[in-house]
């Protein structure tokens, strides 16, 4: 039974070239790339991606967590907010007010659905100021020079990058929905 590597070793590079069915032109290239050393390399570059790979879910699902404001009542299968690491992606609030009732103006939806979006912040320690992504939904492009009246009111300089997109069907009476990244350190 050939001897293991780690006793070869033990006595120098001549002990190796020795070994069982190990060929000496195998022995010396072996000699020549820093012997056992090498042998070694391999296996503990698996061990630390096997590691890696392994302890990676485990950290993120560590850091991800919801977020809910007190009171708030969610109409489908989603989490108003999730923080993951120094992100918090808040999901797309509409203006319905905690008795499910949607304001008349458009105005004060646009107000109702950022109080909703602030809710998401407040809860995890976030601000508008923290915002550096934000997606708007329209019923009506017309409506934007509006909405974007009240926007401005919410979001200090600088403000967050935007796509605000017109036309699209919302859930309920809805005319806007907001989505929400803020990062902060």
Known sequence: MAEPLWAARSRGPSARSTRGSESASLAALRAARGGARTDMIIPMRCLIVFLMLTAAPAALQ????????????VAGPYTPGIQAGNFLFVAGQVGRDKTGKYPESFEDEVKQTLENVKAVLDKAG??????????????DIALFDRM???????FPEPRPARTTVGGVQLVGPARIEITVTCWKK
Request: cysteine-free; aromatic content about 12%; charged content about 15%.
């Open 126 to 139: 976030y601000t508008f100021a923290d915002a550096v992504s934000v997606q708007v939904h329209l019923t």
């Open 148 to 154: 974007n009246k009240v926007y401005m009111t919410y």
């Open 62 to 73: 560590a850091q991800k967590k919801a977020v809910v404001p007190e009171g708030a009542t």
